[in-house]
């Protein structure tokens, strides 16, 4: 029997009440210890005295957003390490979240490939949703953290996947020589050029294969057209090929894109880029 997404939520031990979900505290099940080490780490990128969750502060790789330091590589993974138990209730909404695994899911199901690369995969709260309601495929799912990995390991045992593994490294440094007709990721967040995870997918998607972008945040609308997210169509599909630095050479890939809201109204852009390989 397939999941919905808020069972899905609490079958993984999150929240379903929004308004439980907004009071989670995140410093609770951590060490003092690591807790100074976020909050100072935080103060080094965003120059706040607070920790922001994750859908603010995303370091995806090679970088912060809107950051004017960029965390060693001992930092990173330290950072990531420490947060993995508690990343999932941080970013949890769960009105969002009922619209975005939906979504996400339904996107995954329209392309072909019984073997499915999830580049960037953090606690798999994603990759567990797709394989679970996806018994038929197999599912790869890729991270720089140990201990995000060791997350997905944890909803995989409850919910007794059997199809899910997990492989610690950086997508742009992975071989060629092995490939999957179906690579995808949720939340890149536009930390990572979009380009350069194309070029790399391009060339260890199978020939027929599709890679899929799928992002779950807001872009700065002052910038597009002038407009505000309540003035713009949902569901309209555009070129925000400038804004995502989504060129592919000599060629502009159209985005879909649609605005969903999240508890107290709060709306998201959630953005959809595909590419297939002939």
Known sequence: MLLKPLEYLARIGLETDPERAVKYDWERPLKPKDVRFVQGLNRKIQGSPQFAPARTTAFVGTGWINSQYVPTRRENSRYYNIIAPVSDGICNDPVYLNQALQIYLDEVAKHKGTRVLDICAGTGIYTAFFAANSPDRQF??????????????????????????????????????????????????????????????????????????????????????????????????????????FKLPNKRQPVDWRIIRGYGGERTCVTIKTFQKP
């Not at 996947?161 to 949720?186: A, G, H, W, Y």
């Not at 027929?208 to 057209?225: A, H, N, P, Q, T």
């Open 140 to 245: 790869v799912a890729m991270d720089v953290s140990t201990g995000m990995l060791g997350q997905l390991k944890l909803k995989s045992e409850r919910l007794g996947l059997q199809n899910v593994s997990t492989r610690r490294q950086d997508f742009l440094r992975m071989s060629e020589k092995r490939q999957f007709p179906l690579i995808i990721s949720v939340g890149l967040y536009g930390a990572v050029s979009h380009y350069d995870v194309l070029k790399k997918a391009s060339r260890v998607v199978s020939p027929g294969g599709s890679v899929v972008l799928m992002d779950e945040m807001g872009i700065d609308w002052s910038k597009y057209r002038g407009g505000k997210p309540e003035e713009l169509p949902v569901g309209d599909t555009q070129d925000c090929a400038e804004l995502y630095d």
